[in-house]
């Protein structure tokens, strides 16, 4: 309390009553007024709102796209205005499918695949956590293409979205492994160093990645055996016999990274 009254004490001069703002603080005010206060903003459909179109709820999905490789059934109906209070999407087998629950599921699944930094989680195991009358394996398929990538027969969080690497680089180092797990089963570690190693003499950007930070993502979706690197859970062939469709497309899309890849693929194979 002493040591409180011994405090050098300022007065503050508050402005803002009984007319005492000046010219200039009024015209700053001014610059960043709303110009129009009668405006507002309607809220689409959702489980806190009648409203049409479930566009509010898509507004919040902080992921990317689906692949152009993926059935996109979101583009179409985002483009299309609707007065129904359910805005439904077609699956290749006819049924139709709430198009604002599925970007809630991608969310859920998302953060699901989040945790472990990222490691590959089998289906059974997604499917185990959603219950079959409520989520179909065609919703939930539907909303891990959002979010996760195929790898033999398990699906793993899409790196763009892996919160624990920051750079770009970082994320296609996951990517390059995800390839390299996918086409080969197994990773070298040493010859992914080697790689970097010479990727980086000719772009500075490459120079973050070393042997000790490649060791650590490596570790997040995969174990050390035999000499290699390979996927932490089993390879779940059952997978792409029950969903060839599917399979298919991530066949795809892992040919157009490769392609993306090429670089690094090829110092790889060196």
Same mark, same amino acid.
């Given at each position: 309390r002493a040591s409180e009254e011994s405090e050098e004490w300022i007065e503050l001069d508050v402005?803002? *009553?009984?007319?005492?703002?000046? *010219?200039?603080?009024?015209?700053?005010?001014?610059k960043v007024a709303c110009a129009n206060r009668d405006q507002t903003i309607h809220l689409a459909n959702s489980k806190f709102t009648d409203k049409d179109g479930g566009y509010y709820v898509r507004s919040l999905n902080y992921m990317e796209s689906i692949s152009s490789v993926f059935v996109d059934t979101t583009t179409e109906a985002a483009a299309t205005t609707t007065t129904t209070t359910t805005t439904a999407s077609t699956t290749a087998a006819g049924e139709g499918i709430d198009e604002t629950a599925v970007a809630e599921l991608a969310s859920q699944l998302a953060v699901t695949l989040q945790e472990g930094l990222g490691k590959m989680i089998p289906f059974s195991v997604l499917r185990s956590n959603f219950h079959p009358e409520k989520v179909s394996d065609e919703m939930l398929i539907m909303a891990l293409s959002s979010c996760a990538v195929l790898v033999r027969g398990n699906f793993a969080l899409k790196s763009s979205l892996a919160q624990f690497l920051k750079k770009d680089v970082m994320k296609e180092m996951r990517d390059l492994m995800l390839l390299l797990l996918n086409m080969h089963g197994s990773i070298q570690r040493e010859r992914l160093v080697r790689a970097y190693e010479t990727k980086a003499s000719t772009n500075d950007d490459y120079a973050m990645i070393n042997a000790d930070f490649i060791t650590f993502v490596l570790e997040t979706i995969a174990k050390q055996t035999n000499g290699c690197w390979v996927a932490k859970v089993d390879d779940d062939v059952a997978f792409a016999a029950r969903f060839p469709e599917l399979a298919t497309r991530h066949g795809v899309y892992w040919v157009k990274k490769k392609d993306m890849l090429k670089e690094l693929v090829e110092l790889y194979e060196l």
């Open positions: 402005h803002g *009553s009984e007319g005492k703002w000046s *010219s200039v603080r009024k015209d700053m005010l001014r």
